[in-house]
């Protein structure tokens, strides 16, 4: 597979290496970017990466709660100009505060939102914003008490990033600096119970690999990979990262501390994971003139 500058490019970005390193892990995993980051990780050549959702696409993230239980939606455009936009604040919230009666994606669409379904309503909201949309996501959390928080908001309870906390025990207070935690750390779960075995096993093997790099002797790289699985999941579970608002505690230590017990979280970025093609600005233009 042919390497292109701009894979280089996007590799040496998201793990900090260097040119040359970056087209050598491309060239030899030919050209998969995830085997190539650990590739680079083995080789003690990129940082150790936890996978950040890149924000690629454009719209808002909405949040609501009735009584225990609370939703998140996120509603996609094609530029960040329409999230400003009067009429499409308005279909975000409305669809958000539907979905706290729904219990899937698919049972959004067909919810009724002023005599239509939503689907329909954002079908009709494309002919007059006339823009793409997209009503990609949808997340739930219940418990004895939910509260919300969102970044970077554009009106109220909408923004860039909604998070929804579900705890009992405790007040609001606490409830709101955890979702902010949230908001900031991107936690892959609330506890180690909670994450995915094969995120896991694949860490611990990348792990494992460069241990073996060092040549140390099995038992010592045992003990090596037992510390570096325990920070691992430190940091990728909430429950054990450390508590932003005090970071001397944990986050479930200073749950203890409030008397809370929190019992599921969701967050939810505008774009993650979505690739957006990008077009240098010159070719454009030039495009337009040739047109």
């Known amino acids: ?8 490019k996007e590799l040496r970005e998201s793990t900090g290496a260097g040119m040359m390193d970056a087209k050598k892990a491309l060239t030899e995993t030919d050209g998969d970017m995830e085997a190539a980051t650990d590739w680079l990780r083995t080789k003690g050549l990129a940082k150790a990466a936890k996978k950040s959702g890149r924000t690629a696409a454009e719209g808002l993230v909405a949040v609501a ?3 225990g239980r609370g939703v998140a939606i996120e509603l996609n455009s094609e530029t960040d100009f329409v999230a400003k936009n009067a009429d499409f604040q308005a279909l ?41 949309l997209t009503l990609r996501r949808m997340a739930m959390v219940e418990g004895e008490k939910v509260v919300t928080y969102v970044h970077n ?14 705890f009992s025990g405790a007040d609001e207070a606490f409830g709101r600096q955890v979702a902010m935690h949230i908001a900031a750390a991107n936690p892959a779960a609330l506890g180690e119970a909670d994450l995915d075995p094969a995120i896991v096993e694949k860490e611990k093997q ?7 790099e060092s040549g140390k002797p099995e038992a010592v790289i045992e003990k090596m990979i037992q510390g570096r699985m325990k920070k691992f999941m430190a940091e990728s579970t909430l429950l054990g990262q450390a508590f932003v608002v005090n970071p001397d505690l944990t986050v479930e230590a200073a749950a203890k501390e409030a008397g809370a017990t929190i019992t599921g979280f969701v ?8 690739e957006k093609v990008e077009e240098d600005f010159a070719a454009e233009v030039a495009k337009v003139a040739k047109g």
């Open 92 to 132: 975000v919230s409305k669809i958000a505060k539907a979905g706290v009666k729904a219990n899937s994606l698919e049972e959004l669409k067909a919810t009724d939102l002023d005599g239509k379904p939503v689907e329909t309503q954002v079908t009709d909201a494309i002919a007059k914003i006339g823009e793409n």
């Open 267 to 274: 967050r939810l970025a505008v774009g993650e994971g979505i």
């Open 153 to 166: 908001a554009a009106a109220t309870d909408m923004g860039t990033i909604g998070v929804l906390v579900a």
């Open 65 to 67: 709660v009735e009584g």
């Open 1 to 8: 597979m042919a390497i292109t500058a701009s894979m280089v």
């Open 206 to 212: 990348v792990q494992m690999d460069i241990a073996r």
